[in-house]
Each structure stands twice: as structure tokens, then as C-alpha cells.
């Protein structure tokens, strides 16, 4: 065999091999792109089918918000609307069906906070002072334990907050009407709520205030001792007048 005939059968060899291995490789490389093709697939729609979900889930969320704020939107319109035309509390609770409603019954109400932010809107409006709104939702008269599960008690501490809020736009001289009436012990609870706002100036007044009528109650003790009628009448008259402004 000459040497020109091995060389050609030597490269046919080579041809021929690195065709078999190629042809190998190849079928090894669609057996395994075969094998990692189905797992992908399945990730791939579990994904879509995921990402769908949450695309849904992201949508009704949105539109729920809408909702929520269209129908928020309306109904503070809708109370702005009967503080402007001086509607009564009696109109209102029947018109949100609440009239009759006590204890928890109205309290989980969902009209209830409707009703709640008419009377405290309106309270804002007229300027009303804290211890008048006591009176209106009839607190007044109640001790802390009784006060603080009556029905109209979360009304009142949300009408403490929204007019402590806004106290700096009030002349300072209106202080003592607005917040520094009442008695002794609803000024000490009137004051506990008002330092969740954060105003020293009113967390100041406040300490004030109730140190003042203390004092007074102290020396009005000590001036009976006299046994002067006209004094005591002075004292007790001086009392009330710092607490009923």
C-alpha cells in the first residue's frame, strides 16, 4: 500500500471518527437539552401561571383602593354637605340607620364612623369646648370606669385629638375655654390624651391649669377653718368660675 493511499485512509479514519463522535455528541447533547427541556417547561408555565395570579391579585387590589377611595371621597362630601346645611344628630343617625342602636351594636356599626365624624366635624366648626362636647354626649357626669366604656367615649377622644391638633391656629386666650374647663379629674384625663399630640406649649397649659385649681382647693380647705360663709361662698364661686370658663 503506497504511501499516498494510507494517508488518504488515515484521513477517512479521522473523517469518519470525528463524524461518529459529533453524531454521538450530539444525540448525547438532545438527550440532555431532551431531559432539562421538560422541567424548564413546566417552571416556565408554573411561573406565567404564578405571575398571572399575582397580576390578579395586584388588580383587584387596585381596584378594591379605588373603590375604597371613591366611596371615602363621597361620603366626606356627604358630611360636609349636612355640617353645611346644620343637620341635627337625630337626622343623621337615621338616615346611616344607627337610630335606636346602643353598646356594641353601634359601635360595629359601619355607618358608625360616619356619624362619629359628623359630630366631630361639626364640634370643630363651632369651635365647641371639650368639656361641652362631655356634656352633649352626656360623659359629664360619669367616673374614669364608667367613662371610658361608654358609648360616646371614643367620639370625645377623637374630638380631644382634632382640636388639640389644631390648637396653635386658636388665640392663646381661647385656651382655657376650649381645653381648660371641666372638673379636676377631667382636666388631669383631658390632659393624659393631650400629650399624644405633641404640643408643649398645650402640655403646658394644662399642667398649669389643673396646679391652679389645686392650689385653690388646698387654700379653700384651709379658709374654712375661718368659719367665714362669705369667704368660703368666695372661694367655692372663684373655683367654678376657673373650671366653668
Known amino acids: 500500500m503506497g504511501l499516498m493511499t494510507r494517508s488518504l485512509l488515515l484521513a477517512v479514519f479521522v473523517l469518519l471518527t470525528t463524524v461518529g463522535t459529533l453524531t454521538m455528541a450530539t444525540e448525547n447533547t438532545q438527550i440532555k437539552i431532551s431531559n432539562v427541556a421538560s422541567p424548564i417547561a413546566a417552571i416556565s408555565t408554573r411561573l406565567l401561571r404564578n405571575a398571572k395570579s399575582v397580576?390578579?391579585?395586584?388588580?383587584?387590589?387596585?381596584?378594591?383602593g379605588l373603590q375604597s377611595f371613591i366611596s371615602s371621597l363621597l361620603s366626606t362630601r356627604q358630611i360636609n354637605s349636612w355640617i353645611k346645611a346644620g343637620k341635627t344628630d337625630d337626622f343623621v343617625m337615621n338616615t346611616l340607620g344607627l337610630t335606636g342602636l346602643t353598646g356594641e351594636k353601634l359601635k360595629n356599626n359601619p355607618n358608625?364612623?360616619?356619624f362619629q365624624a359628623f359630630q366631630v366635624g361639626r364640634w370643630?366648626?363651632?369651635?365647641?369646648?371639650?368639656?361641652?362636647?362631655?356634656?352633649?354626649?352626656?360623659?359629664?357626669?360619669?367616673d374614669y370606669a364608667a367613662l371610658i366604656t361608654a358609648d360616646g367615649?371614643?367620639?370625645?377622644?377623637?374630638?380631644?385629638?382634632d382640636l388639640g391638633k389644631r390648637a396653635n391656629k386658636y388665640n392663646i386666650e381661647?385656651?382655657?375655654?376650649?381645653?381648660?374647663?371641666?372638673?379636676i379629674?377631667?382636666?388631669?384625663?383631658?390632659?393624659?390624651?393631650?400629650?399624644?399630640?405633641?404640643?408643649?406649649?398645650?402640655?403646658m397649659f394644662m399642667a398649669s391649669t389643673i396646679r391652679t385649681i389645686e392650689q385653690l382647693k388646698h387654700r379653700a380647705g384651709l379658709l374654712?377653718?375661718?368659719?367665714?360663709?362669705?369667704?368660703?361662698?368666695?372661694?367655692a364661686s372663684t373655683i367654678r368660675s376657673q373650671q366653668v370658663l
Open 224 to 235: 374654712r377653718w375661718v368659719h367665714n360663709e362669705d369667704l368660703d361662698m368666695f372661694m
Open 185 to 203: 379629674e377631667q382636666l388631669k384625663h383631658r390632659a393624659g390624651l393631650l400629650r399624644w399630640v405633641h404640643n408643649e406649649d398645650l402640655d
Open 112 to 114: 358608625f364612623k360616619k
Open 55 to 64: 397580576d390578579d391579585d395586584v388588580t383587584d387590589s387596585e381596584d378594591r
Open 153 to 161: 367615649y371614643n367620639t370625645y377622644v377623637k374630638y380631644v385629638f
Open 124 to 142: 370643630l366648626k363651632e369651635n365647641t369646648p371639650t368639656s361641652s362636647v362631655l356634656e352633649k354626649l352626656k360623659l359629664n357626669e360619669l
Open 174 to 183: 381661647d385656651w382655657p375655654t376650649l381645653f381648660g374647663t371641666g372638673t
